[in-house]
């Protein structure tokens, strides 16, 4: 058993069960509010369809959740493709490396280090399906009890499916309940008649495209593939499997397909079933341009330590130098965080780039901007993973925000020591 899993909904469920007494099953054979409520968080998912066939929507939705998560804990792919983040060789019975006291160590960095990426949400950038039979339960469910939330989040699911008649099918039930999100989705998909059929992209676009609602409204795709997308944000466009991807400030990519008719539609989860309508714009642009990208290698089990990782950082080694940039930052020393980040930066992993950036954000001592620049310039061919970051964070932001958090400290604790650019506490 790996030590890296957690039994998070068994977790849930024991808080819950002690913070307050629950109706027993037997009273909610039938569900109603004021006997079943609380049981809504911890009923297995035979009893939330029992519910959602009843015509209770919030347990459709719960039955959703339950079998997403399901499906997610059943999967077997590694997290996401941090190194810190997988099970290390000390961990594995198995392999010469292993060792008990080691592993305990790792596994207490990656669950530092989980937490504080899930409350930024980008811990896991894994798209999850549902089983062919589990989908169409869910749309049967969605037909018999078209509550507005739930057919709209069947037609999510579907989407990821690549079922896309049938998420037409239960976005357009979810409008015709009210669901103004829904209607929204529905109506410029609806208008390219049949069931849309998103392609592989050949190429990334060139022009404006412009989209109804939604976390992006507006895309302006260049030259060298830079991507415009409004308050001063901007991103490199990249083809990737037919995919047209924009990776964005969580971590991971706005995703796009093409649809006839100089259309592209969303295929991740900020911008899902949106079409995006060429505008106008300049009718040719310079290619995209294709970073280098190096990523961050598995090389420093002891990295879950500070003398590990910092042992691990003298020796050359990027997973040490990162993990020990980590502990810096979480320490409040940016300064010495950006050192170590810039160590990854300059080997051309893009972790070690961003998380450079992120130093500056929090310390007006650090000039990552600048160290950018130069690793850009010195690589000569404009194609570092420094130029990327460099052209697309929006540095005035990010100096304005800092700017903000420096003055909410200094009003919110005006009896404490001011602080210097120096050291934050």
Request: charged residues 20%; aromatic residues 4%; negative net charge.
């Amino acid at each position: 058993m790996s030590v890296m899993t957690l039994p998070l909904r068994a977790i849930t469920a024991l808080v819950l069960l002690s913070a307050a007494a629950v109706a027993s099953a037997q009273d909610c054979a039938t569900y109603d509010e004021a006997t079943c409520g609380n049981q809504l968080y911890t009923a297995d998912a035979a009893r939330l369809q029992q519910w959602c066939e009843q015509g209770t929507g919030v347990a459709c939705s719960g039955l959703l959740r339950e079998w997403a998560s399901e499906a997610r804990q059943a999967d077997t792919r590694p997290p996401n493709d941090d190194p810190e983040l997988q099970e290390p060789a000390v961990c594995k019975e198995a392999d010469p490396a292993y060792d008990e006291k080691a592993c305990e160590a790792a596994a207490k960095a990656a669950l530092s280090k989980a937490m504080g990426m899930a409350l930024i949400g980008v811990l896991d950038q894994r798209e999850i399906v549902l089983p062919a039979a589990r989908l169409k339960t869910l749309q049967a469910l969605c037909v018999a009890h078209p509550d507005g939330d739930f057919c709209r989040e069947v037609a999510e699911e579907q989407w990821k499916a690549r079922d896309f008649p049938q998420a037409m099918a239960a976005l357009q039930l979810s409008c015709r309940r009210g669901d103004e999100r829904a209607c929204e989705l529905h109506a410029p998909l609806q208008a390219l008649g049949a069931a849309p059929l998103p392609q592989p992209a050949t190429a990334v676009p060139c022009g404006e495209y412009r989209s109804e609602g939604g976390l992006l409204d507006a895309l302006a795709f260049g030259d060298g593939g830079l991507v415009g997308m409004g308050m001063g944000a901007q991103a490199h466009a990249r083809l990737e499997d037919g995919a047209i991807r924009l990776r964005h400030d969580k971590g991971g990519d706005f995703v796009f397909q093409s649809l006839p008719g100089d259309r592209l539609v969303g295929m991740d989860e900020w911008t899902r079933m949106r079409v995006f309508q060429r505008v106008g714009g300049p009718a040719q642009c310079a290619g995209a341009v294709v970073f280098n990208v190096v990523p961050l290698p598995g090389d420093c089990p002891q990295a879950g330590t500070a003398d590990g990782a910092a042992a691990c950082c003298k020796a050359g080694r990027l997973q040490g130098c990162n993990a020990l940039g980590h502990r810096q930052a979480l320490s409040g020393d940016w300064v010495q965080a950006a050192g170590s980040y810039l160590a990854v930066c300059r080997a051309g992993v893009r972790e070690g780039c961003e998380n450079l950036a992120s130093a500056q954000e929090n310390s007006a001592a650090v000039d990552a901007r600048a160290q950018l620049q130069q690793l850009c310039e010195a690589d000569r061919s404009g194609r570092h993973v420094a130029c990327d970051v460099l052209a697309t964070r929006n540095w005035t932001l990010l100096e304005l925000g800092r700017a903000f958090q420096d003055a909410a400290g200094g009003t919110t604790a005006p009896e404490a020591p001011a602080r210097t650019r120096n050291h934050k506490q």
